[in-house]
């Protein structure tokens, strides 16, 4: 199990141990039937709003500089690579990259949709984008580990799916 794993895993555990607790708390307080102090729960309502404005700006200014196209948008240099999809294969030009630079690829099909899908050297997920006939798709990475990576297509796109594989190298900087 990965890390990111565990802590979905332990995140919602414990949305669902205060889920129930909540649940019981509420269950036993609505059946002792008193007067509402409406008072007293107007105060609080506006405590919680301010709580929750809190907790909701403190998520965005925690979350939003991590978000990779402006990252690697703001950076003067990259490097372009160009690709086409067809049925059935890849060009890819060029086929290497350096670490650490970002790449933006320009990607396109004449044909019908593909999914641009990148691995690393261990089979794992390094980012896919879609790629539509008519309109030139754009997607920008950082590789941050020198290697040979493979190109996949994601999405079904005839009898020769399959075969659509193709490598991209990226060497050391
Ligand atoms: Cu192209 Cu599947």
């Known amino acids: ?12 555990l414990a949305v669902v141990v205060l889920g129930v607790g909540l649940a019981l708390v509420l269950a036993r307080t609505t059946r002792a039937r ?4 409406t008072e007293r729960l107007a105060r609080r309502e506006r405590a919680w ?12 200014f925690g979350t939003i500089f991590f978000i ?5 948008a703001a950076d003067g240099e990259k490097q372009i690579v160009r ?3 067809v049925q059935f294969g890849w060009t ?16 396109r099909s004449p044909d019908v949709n593909h999914a641009f899908g990148v691995y690393d050297e261990h089979d794992r997920l390094v980012f896919q984008v879609q ?8 997607a920008l990475y950082t590789f941050e580990q020198p290697g040979t990576y493979t190109i996949l297509c994601l999405e079904f796109c005839g009898v020769g799916h399959h075969l659509m594989r193709s490598r991209l190298t990226v060497e050391p900087t």
């Open 68 to 72: 990779p196209w402006a990252r690697s």
């Open 1 to 12: 199990m990965g890390t990111t794993a565990k802590i979905v895993a332990i995140a919602y």
């Open 83 to 85: 690709v086409e999809a």
């Open 131 to 138: 790629v539509i006939p008519g309109k030139d798709q754009r």
């Open 34 to 37: 008193r007067e509402a102090d």
């Open 92 to 107: 890819v030009d060029p086929g290497t990259v350096r670490e650490d630079e970002p790449v933006e690829f320009i990607l």
């Open 49 to 60: 709003l301010g709580v929750v404005v809190a907790i909701l700006v403190a998520l965005l």
